[in-house]
């Protein structure tokens, strides 16, 4: 199977600090990552669409300077919640598309509480 | 824009039962993948089963399948002999297979209750 890892699996910060959040496919390369937003009882909000080596793509509504992405590596991509406020205390997941597939495989979920 | 419904918020079956949890899309493409993915408590996003839309058999994956019907724009998911790990969110996801557009449309979601 196709293994993705996430790193904090929680996260708990006082409000105008930044926080980096870790995606990692670990037995695969990804050649695109994504990251979602999990309100509680909700569906899955995509937020970005990240390609190794390029800009990311934001959703519309979604902060760029704000949410900061960087895909280093085919195996590694950051999402940075920068400043954070009580609003952005959320769950967030990242998926793994394996590189000439189409499956995205999710991580485990990271979840964040701004104080 | 592509649209996934998922009518039913809430579903319960007995242990060892069959349930079937209803995934209607809407699109304008004519080639495209749907996805089941369940979400158990742990909040894990698992992939139940995959269909491409120029297939017309139906997907299975043991006791997964999925009721295809392109031209009414339906993807239902039956479980077979429920299984109390089966308890958790179930999502339906649509994919374009136009390059470029690789993101997921999800639906709302379904929560199953197995019942012992």
């Known amino acids: 199977g196709a293994v993705v890892s996430q790193h904090p699996s929680r996260v708990i910060c006082k409000s105008g600090t930044s926080v980096k959040i870790e995606c990692r496919s670990l037995?695969?390369?990804?050649?695109?990552m994504f990251w979602y937003r999990q309100f509680p009882k909700q569906s899955l909000m995509l937020m970005a669409t990240?390609?190794?080596?390029?800009?990311?793509?934001?959703e519309q509504g979604v902060e760029k300077d704000k949410f900061l992405i960087n895909h280093a590596s085919l195996t590694l991509s950051t999402l940075t919640v920068t400043s954070a406020h009580p609003e952005d205390s959320s769950f967030y997941i990242c998926?793994?598309?394996?590189?000439?597939?189409?499956?995205?495989?999710f991580g485990p979920g990271t979840r964040l509480l701004v104080l | 824009a592509q649209t996934v419904t998922q009518s039913q918020p809430e579903m319960s079956v007995q242990e060892a039962e069959t349930v079937t949890l209803s995934c209607t899309y809407d699109?304008?493409?004519?080639?495209?993948?749907l996805f089941w993915y369940k979400q158990p408590p742990s909040r894990q996003m698992i992939l139940v089963i995959r269909?491409?839309?120029?297939?017309?058999q139906n997907a299975t994956e043991n006791r997964f399948s999925v009721n295809f019907q392109k031209a009414a724009k339906s993807f239902s998911l039956k479980i077979s002999d429920s299984q109390l790990g089966d308890a958790a969110m179930y999502f339906c996801?649509?994919?374009?297979?136009?390059?470029?557009?690789?993101?997921?449309?999800f639906g709302t979601g379904t929560r199953l209750t197995i019942i012992p």
């Open positions: 269909q491409e839309a120029y297939k017309q």
């Open positions: 996801a649509y994919r374009s297979a136009s390059f470029g557009n690789e993101k997921l449309t």
């Open positions: 990240s390609n190794e080596g390029s800009k990311a793509t934001y």
């Open positions: 998926s793994a598309r394996r590189q000439g597939l189409e499956t995205q495989y």
């Open positions: 699109t304008s493409e004519s080639d495209y993948y």
């Open positions: 037995d695969f390369q990804a050649t695109t």
